[in-house]
């Protein structure tokens, strides 16, 4: 078992060292360092100094708003992706091709048009603020508005993780459950859930992951008010400004803390969720 | 097809098919389309030739001209380290593959702003290289270096996860071939990969260039935001907002917004291909 014979056995194809070279430099240079450089500056602060930093009232706070509005815009797009994926892989209908185009709306459109946008559209003079406001619903510069922005950001991960398994997933198991008198509740929970919890899980993770780091749209419909509405990514951008480089770096690697948890979390359920999939014929 | 098998069977009418796809159409409606057609109908609320003033807008220009610089400089680079990633995940074994793998999928997980403050925390007078780049007069933050290193950052992942997948899925088996035959390196590449991953390259392309040119979080953390000098043009949009300048911050953001668009078209065109 040495690691170096499949290496040789495969290596009739040229430009190994080249592009392996190429790739370590380029993800060295660009990706590592950089974030090494972030962990080192942590490093300096010293334990006490990292505690009483990331306990402070306002770094609580604005952790406490980040991770409520990445929870609620979780929770809607796990939903609305579902739905989306169900419609689009299950019926057919005229404009499905450009309800499916639709969903990439978010992943194309800069998180800064997006959060003036929204911002404009919800507030009170918008289309949507204005008629909101009647009733006495505000979105713009309270949580709902952070959670609003956060939504739109990340509403494709979960669509798109849950459609290829929902595509690949055999239907005749469903009309067999339905043959067998089963009712359509029954069948999604017993039969289409279980097929397609991991990808569901892990598409919602990473809407999750992205959420908590999302900045453009946010700052925009936040107000940015502190113990309010000011999200850990800008309390971290603030310290920046006022030349804390030891606030912005704990606050940066708390962060980087939870975006690299549920990168490994994602990962693996996408592993078991490619692993579904290929248990098929 | 199967779904209408579906739908058909006894004991199951179309009322709920009928209502989740009419309910998947207003959420969309609501949530996605709105906010997309408000970008144009702002940008045109005082008419055209406001529209035409507000792009020309020296300063627009500006910021119009810094972020074509920038991508016409990291999209290239960034092609070429995706295929020279892909190339060498997908067709040879080592140790520390996944691991690999693992690492370019980073920039996707962390916030571009906590990219923007590993920058700042290297290369900044602050930083762990600052003071040797001070000695040697360099300037990277705030500056066009500084700019380009965070937008290769968060763009770094795009080429490579188009292209990797599929010369996973096609194997080496041509390019084998080609190399018995006594084709030389370059020429299996061209002739033969470079024909197979095309649609996946321009893709990948299209996506990073998107990105490249909108990326906001990282780069307002390393621009430094000078007027006319560093401002790219999503920092333009955001200064204007700011200002008040509502009609002008929705044009300038109606320019990223066709980008945005022209994306979308072009993965339609490349899905019904595949």
Known sequence: MTAAAPIRAKRVLPGFSLSLGTTLLYVALIILIPVIALILKGAQIGPSQFWSIVTSPRTLSALRVTVTAAALATLFNAFYGLLMAWVLTRYDFPGKRILDALMDVPFALPTAVAGISLTALYSANGWFGAPLSGTGVEIVYTLAGVTLAMAFTSTPFVVRAIQPVLEDLDPTLEQAAMTLGARPFAIFRRVVLPAILPAWLAGSTVAFARSLGEFGAVVFIAGNLPFKTEIAALLAYIRLEEYDYQGAAAIALVLLGFALILLILSNWLQFRAARHLEARP | ?274
């Open chain 2, 1 to 274: 097809m199967n779904v209408t098998a579906l739908t058909e069977a006894p004991g199951q009418g179309r009322a709920v098919p009928r209502m989740l796809i009419a309910l998947a159409f207003v959420l969309t409606a609501i949530f996605v389309v709105a906010p997309l057609v408000f970008i144009f109908w702002r940008a045109f609320a005082e008419g055209w030739a406001t529209y035409i003033g507000n792009i020309t807008d020296p300063l627009t220009l500006h910021a119009i001209a810094l972020t074509a610089l920038v991508a016409v400089i990291v999209v290239p680079i960034n092609i070429a380290f995706g295929i020279a990633a892909a190339w060498a995940i997908a067709r040879f074994r080592f140790p520390g593959r996944k691991l690999l793998m693992t690492m370019i999928e980073i920039p996707f997980s962390i916030s571009p702003i906590i990219a923007g403050i590993c920058y700042l925390l290297l290369y900044g007078r602050q930083g762990l290289l600052g003071p040797w780049l001070a000695a040697h007069d360099l300037k990277v933050m705030f500056a066009l270096p500084g700019i380009l290193l965070v937008t290769m950052f968060v763009t770094a992942p795009f080429v490579a996860r188009e292209v990797l997948p599929l010369m996973q899925a096609q194997g080496s088996e041509q390019e084998e071939a080609a190399v018995t035959l006594g084709a030389r390196g370059w020429q299996v590449f061209s002739r033969v990969t470079l024909p197979n991953i095309r649609w996946a390259l321009l893709y990948g392309a299209v996506l990073c260039t998107a990105r490249a040119v909108g990326e906001f979080g990282g780069v307002s953390v390393v621009s430094g935001s000078i007027r006319g000098q560093t401002n790219t043009l999503p920092l333009q949009i955001e200064l204007m907002f700011n200002d008040l300048n509502t009609t002008g911050a929705f044009a300038a953001a109606s320019t990223l917004t066709v980008i945005a668009m022209v994306v979308l078209v072009v993965k339609a065109a490349l899905e019904s291909r595949r």
